[in-house]
């Protein structure tokens, strides 16, 4: 995998007020990534997004934020992969999954959009759902709380604390998928 161009895209909202928010964990993890390569992020104008190029697991990477509302994400998505020449199954989107209990992972290649508007865009723009996922459970909201304000909200003061061990765990099932491949970061990672 060594000669493979990736693509990370961290999918969130644009500017502080979404920053700590629930929607905002995909670009959170592109965070943590960019720190532990000491990279700073650059904007990428024909694409709408902040990269850093970078090398992880021996493989060229480029991390990305779209500079997008999340349910625009496709258009950056698309504009990098061509940019970059990114094939999409290089492609790694990091995202909030309501189906999954907080700070729960999966990995997966391709599947459907699960209601989640980043996720379609990207289908809609790429043209294919044929990419890799790295899903972030932040779990259902309480009662009858509206799915849309409850992933705009910020995590629990309880979340909170275990909040920069989920996003260590997670990031490091984004360089095991890069350096080892699906099947073993699923069984490490899938929990």
Do not use: C
């Not at 928010?21 to 000491?38: F, W």
């Not at 809609?124 to 009662?143: A, E, L, N, Q």
């Amino acid at each position: 995998m060594a000669d493979d161009v990736w693509l990370v895209v961290g999918l969130g909202n644009p500017g502080p007020t979404y920053a700590k928010t629930r929607h905002n964990v995909g670009q959170s993890v592109a965070d943590e990534l960019a720190g532990r390569v000491g990279g700073g992020w650059k904007q990428h104008k024909q694409a709408r997004a902040e990269v850093i190029e970078t090398r992880i697991g021996g493989a060229r990477t480029v991390l990305a934020k779209p500079r997008s509302y999340m349910n625009e994400s496709g258009g950056p998505v698309a504009g990098l992969l061509r940019f970059f020449k990114v094939e999409p199954a290089q492609l790694i989107a990091v995202h909030d999954e309501l189906d999954l209990d907080f700070a729960t992972l999966r990995v997966k290649f391709g599947g459907g959009d699960n209601g989640h508007n980043g996720l379609r865009s990207i289908r809609k723009s790429v043209g294919t759902g044929d990419y890799h996922r790295v899903r972030f459970g932040v779990g259902r909201p309480p009662g009858r709380q509206n799915p849309a304000d409850f992933v705009l909200n910020e995590f629990s003061a309880a979340e909170r604390k275990d909040l920069p061990f989920a996003l260590d765990r997670t990031a490091d099932a984004v360089e095991s998928l890069i350096a080892d491949g699906l099947e073993v970061t699923q069984g490490k990672y899938n929990s």
